[in-house]
């Protein structure tokens, strides 16, 4: 069954580097999602992509935050300048579809700011 | 927004028993509502989802109810299994123009053998 990959899976940064979150969707998907889990926490929706335009963001996406397509296979989260507070698990999600289609999510990324 | 509460957030039972979880969403707009289980180092899988059309759906142990009326939508489990340990998230969605899935505060769940 197709998957959505996400890559690294672990990420240490030291507090104001750039992070690149890195997501390959599922194939046949044209919306791409990226949500956030803070340990213990729920699952937080930040952004949502389509036809290479954010279609909807949260208000945690601020401007330290950017999404890009930069080739057809390949969706990626950027933390420009990062925080303590951006540690957590960052869930690439993708589906056929918008609407009441389910979203399909990787397994995470792991990312820890030193 | 939409606001989505989940109860309880640990739930124990013996293997064999019934597992039995709620959810209420604040929206009323919302009109599918996915539910996802989440092992440990993995990332929320969907195991069951529900439209605003339809009260009840079944698959094998799973079954998922939703009460329109009064916001609320449960997932409940028959026979439980060790292997259907795992934290559990409801999700609400509104399909007519937004694209997040508001999710639930999760509950874990714990079939001892």
């Known amino acids: 069954e197709p998957e959505v990959t996400q890559t690294p899976s672990h990420q240490v940064t030291q507090m104001g580097q750039e992070v690149i979150l890195r997501c390959v969707p599922i194939?046949?998907?044209?919306?791409f999602y990226w949500y956030r889990q803070i340990l213990g926490q729920k699952v937080e929706f930040l952004v949502s992509?389509?036809?290479?335009?954010?279609?909807?963001k949260s208000e945690i996406f601020d401007d330290q935050f950017s999404v890009e397509r930069p080739d057809g296979s390949n969706f990626t989260l950027k933390i420009r300048s990062t925080k303590l507070e951006d540690s957590a698990m960052y869930f690439c999600?993708?589906?056929?579809?918008?609407?009441?289609?389910?979203?399909?999510f990787g397994d995470g990324t792991r990312l820890s700011i030193l | 927004g939409e606001n989505v509460e989940q109860h309880p957030s640990t739930l124990s039972v013996q293997e064999g028993d019934s597992a039995v979880i709620k959810c209420t969403y604040s929206?009323?707009?919302?009109?599918?509502f996915p539910w996802y289980k989440q092992e440990l180092g993995k990332g929320p899988q969907l195991i069951i989802d529900?439209?605003?059309?339809?009260g009840e759906k079944k698959d094998q142990r799973i079954a998922v109810t939703l009460n329109k009326t009064a916001k609320h939508f449960s997932l409940h489990i028959t026979e439980t299994q060790p292997e259907d340990s795992a934290v559990y998230f409801c999700?609400?969605?509104?399909?007519?123009?937004?694209?997040?899935?508001?999710f639930g505060t999760g509950t874990k769940l714990q079939v001892i053998p």
């Open positions: 999600a993708s589906s056929v579809e918008r609407g009441a289609q389910p979203q399909h």
């Open positions: 194939s046949n998907h044209l919306y």
């Open positions: 992509f389509y036809n290479n335009e954010i279609s909807e």
């Open positions: 929206d009323s707009a919302s009109n599918y």
């Open positions: 529900i439209r605003s059309n339809v």
């Open positions: 999700a609400a969605h509104y399909s007519g123009g937004y694209q997040k899935v508001t």
